[in-house]
């Protein structure tokens, strides 16, 4: 009666998706698969997934070896999105070798694609419009769950688009399928969710933001009262920071060179 209450009596499967590392596959889940449809008749779960496991540098990660890492290790020197993508370069089946020159060409990669981002920062987003590489995105998740396909149809995708603008600066057609394009991939992939501002803000201390702020400020002042010598100092002096500064509708905004 208990297993019949866990289960259901209409044949529907208590667990749609069932994961765990590929040496789990025999004889454990097996095992537990056979076990299962033994005692109630019925399928344990719809997907069983299997992923592969974690080398440093081609060697297995192992306390023993000294060459694990924790992820907050990562995050304090990269942006979170980052490890997102580089994550989702591999297979999820497949092993997963970590190094730090394939993370920092994935955020080369994901820089790219928040630079696209910028090129049409403040526009509306249009209504009614299909994300272009909607259905062959999903196309290539369907099959496994191909995420490191998805991951070259984006720099396609952002390769195509970059190339369309720079031919034609004001082509309307080209900045809505950004918007879409990018919509999707955070509703789908999780990637491109930040402001692009904030994303290339990514490193800088507390205090060294309070004072570009602060920079920021008194170059507003200053070109308000059409002291433009002394705004353009201060604007050398954000300069001299390794900081870029762009002037939008929605006032000054400010990045990492």
């Not at 501002?197 to 602060?214: A, N, P, R, V």
Request: proline share 2%; charged share 30%.
């Amino acid at each position: 009666a208990k297993i019949e209450s866990e289960f259901g009596s209409d044949g529907k499967y208590s667990i749609d998706i069932h994961g765990g590392g590929a040496d789990l596959l025999f004889p454990h889940h097996e095992n537990e698969a056979a076990q299962s449809r033994c005692a109630t008749g019925k399928e344990l779960a719809n997907y069983w997934v299997h992923n592969g496991f974690v080398t440093i540098n081609g060697e297995k990660m192992s306390k023993s070896l000294g060459n694990s890492f924790f992820l907050k290790d990562a995050l304090a020197l990269y942006h979170p999105e980052v490890l997102r993508f580089y994550l989702l370069t591999s297979h999820y089946r497949a092993d997963f070798n970590f190094s730090e020159e394939d993370l920092k060409a994935s955020k080369k990669r994901l820089d790219k694609l928040y630079r696209l981002k910028k090129r049409v920062y403040g526009m509306k987003f249009p209504e009614n419009h299909k994300a272009d590489f909607e259905d062959e995105l999903l196309h290539v998740l369907e099959d496994d769950l191909n995420t490191s396909k998805a991951m070259a149809l984006v720099d396609e995708m952002v390769s195509n688009l970059n190339e369309t603008l720079d031919n034609n600066p004001k082509d309307k057609v080209a900045k809505k399928s950004i918007l879409t394009n990018l919509a999707y991939l955070d509703k789908v992939l999780g990637i491109a969710t930040a402001d692009v501002f904030d994303y290339f803000q990514f490193g800088i201390s507390e205090d060294d933001k309070t004072k570009i702020e602060s920079l920021i400020e008194q170059r507003n002042s200053a070109k308000k009262a059409k002291d433009f010598a002394t705004a353009d100092g201060i604007r050398d002096e954000i300069l001299a920071m390794g900081i870029a500064i762009m002037d939008t509708p929605d006032g000054t905004k400010w990045e990492k060179s």
